[in-house]
């Protein structure tokens, strides 16, 4: 867990290239610490590991020790990125009820590069560990050790939150599929709910968030974009497309067209059919 590591900080710094003239060369370093770097602007490259990342705005790089990086900079576009050096270490509490020190941790559960999507309280945090080592005030390296704890807290959590919401997205097109093959019928809910294996609650608001409809109006819309085809193409009668789309009743049928569409089904018809 990241809570019980102890860092300690070897160095951190802020690497602005304000002339991308004359940074034509790549750099490449083993480290025996870890390192990360957070890169505010930029449009160069860095192969960690034998792996090429491109060093964008908002991307999160992770170098543990012994593991080669290169930094490819660009000319045009001078990286601007902010980097902390440190080694870690594992406490816990001894049968005494003491905490002690534990073998330095070689490597951290990180990945070596990820793009941070909404990543300004990570550079506000990186920002104040920077400003806080160096100005060097009373305790700095404690209160740095600290921020870093938290930043690297935050990583922890930021991805936890990623991969749930990216379960969510999945469950998410489960449904919109399971949707298109029963587009025939009438669909429930509280059927769509278990087979998400969600609660309709739950469900309800994270379709929404996802898709910006509710979830029975876009089983609707696709109703409704499958009628028009019906419609045009195959010259069905109202009648016989509502009950093709599980509608059992022509005239609501009919009047969820005009919702969605804002015109009636013989209206749609008339007005594709002549014009064309």
Not at 18 to 38: A, C, N, S
Not at 94 to 118: G, V
Request: glycine letters at 4%; hydrophobic letters at 35%.
């Amino acid at each position: 867990m990241v809570t019980d590591i102890l860092c300690q900080i070897h160095y951190c710094k802020r690497q602005k290239l304000k002339d991308p003239g004359k940074v034509t060369y790549g750099v490449t370093r083993t480290l025996q610490h870890h390192e990360i770097i957070f890169v505010c602007e930029g449009n160069g490259h860095i192969v960690i590991g034998g792996n090429r990342y491109p060093m964008k705005k908002g991307m999160l790089f992770y170098i543990p020790p012994g593991v080669q990086q290169t930094i490819e900079p660009r000319d045009k576009n001078p990286e601007h990125y902010m980097t902390v050096h440190f080694s870690s270490s594992r406490m816990v509490l001894d049968s005494d009820r003491k905490w002690k020190h534990l073998e330095n941790i070689q490597t951290l559960h990180q990945p070596s590069a990820q793009k941070i999507t909404d990543y300004t309280p990570l550079e506000e945090l990186f920002e104040k560990l920077l400003d806080t080592w160096n100005d060097k005030g009373q305790s700095y390296e404690f209160v740095a050790g600290t921020l870093l704890r938290q930043l690297l807290i935050w990583v922890s959590q930021n991805n936890k939150k990623q991969i749930k919401n990216h379960a969510i997205s999945l469950k998410i097109d489960q449904i919109i599929e399971y949707m298109l093959q029963n587009i025939n019928r009438k669909v429930t809910l509280e059927e769509l709910s278990g087979i998400a294996r969600l609660s309709t609650f739950y469900l309800s608001r994270t379709f929404k968030e996802s898709t910006c409809y509710p979830i029975i109006t876009y089983f609707n819309k696709m109703k409704i974009e499958k009628a028009k085809e019906l419609l045009i193409e195959d010259n069905k009668k109202v009648k016989e497309v509502a009950y093709e789309l599980g509608y059992t009743n022509e005239f609501y049928f009919s009047r969820i067209f005009k919702r969605l569409e804002g015109l009636s089904p013989k209206e749609f018809y008339s007005k594709n059919v002549y014009e064309f």
